[in-house]
């Protein structure tokens, strides 16, 4: 495999999405790492696995999976 587009990349990652009014500080940040991750990580990877990308009312989820098609 020495062609690039031949690759399958493949990440797995905890992304420490706890439901709202789950925090360890102020916000965790969780906006700010979701966008991170949408606008710099995401689109470099074929398959994505997330540990920990709660659904329980937020709309982080829906978001990612918005930009991930």
Do not use: H
Not at 7 to 27: E, V
Not at 31 to 41: Q, V
């Amino acid at each position: 495999m020495t062609n690039s587009s031949s690759r399958l990349r493949i990440l797995t990652q905890n992304m420490f999405m706890r439901p709202p009014l789950i925090k360890t500080n102020k916000s965790d940040w969780k906006d700010e790492r979701l966008d991170y991750f949408i606008d710099n990580i995401l689109g470099n990877y074929d398959v994505v696995c997330l540990q920990e990308m709660f659904e329980f009312a937020s709309s982080r989820r829906s978001r990612l999976l918005a930009a991930a098609e």
